[in-house]
């Protein structure tokens, strides 16, 4: 059930979102052992106005192609298991040559096993 939502600027062709696309699920796949028809992706393009940020953090220069990544899924996974989903988004969208690696913010998000509905109103990944 992971969702992962692609947070840029406007600009990007349809072949470099798609590698990004897949290169996220790749990574989900291989840390959070999901079956590779479990993908859920969002793009949210923004304007240049609409897409503030700062130049730099933490020792990390960050261009106009910052993508924020927001990944989502069902808590209780370790703290290492998040870890490497981390590494692994990052080393395989800086594989696509489409991003840098300072340029790739990731935020995951646990929700609880009830708060989700694949549909018809059930929460299939209740207990």
Do not use: C, W
């Amino acid at each position: 059930m992971p969702v992962a939502t692609f947070n840029l600027r406007k600009g990007r062709s349809r072949e470099s979102k798609r590698k990004m696309a897949d290169a996220v699920q790749a990574a989900i796949v291989a840390n959070l052992g999901i079956p590779d028809e479990d993908r859920y992706q969002l793009f949210r393009e923004y304007e240049n106005d609409d897409y503030i940020h700062t130049p730099g953090y933490l020792g990390l220069s960050y261009s106009p192609q910052l993508l924020i990544l927001e990944v989502t899924f069902i808590q209780g996974r370790p703290d290492e298991t998040k870890k490497a989903l981390l590494r692994d988004i990052n080393q395989r969208l800086v594989a696509t040559d489409e991003i840098s690696a300072d340029d790739i913010f990731i935020v995951i998000h646990e929700i609880g096993r009830a708060n989700i509905s694949f549909g018809r109103g059930l929460a299939q990944r209740a207990e």
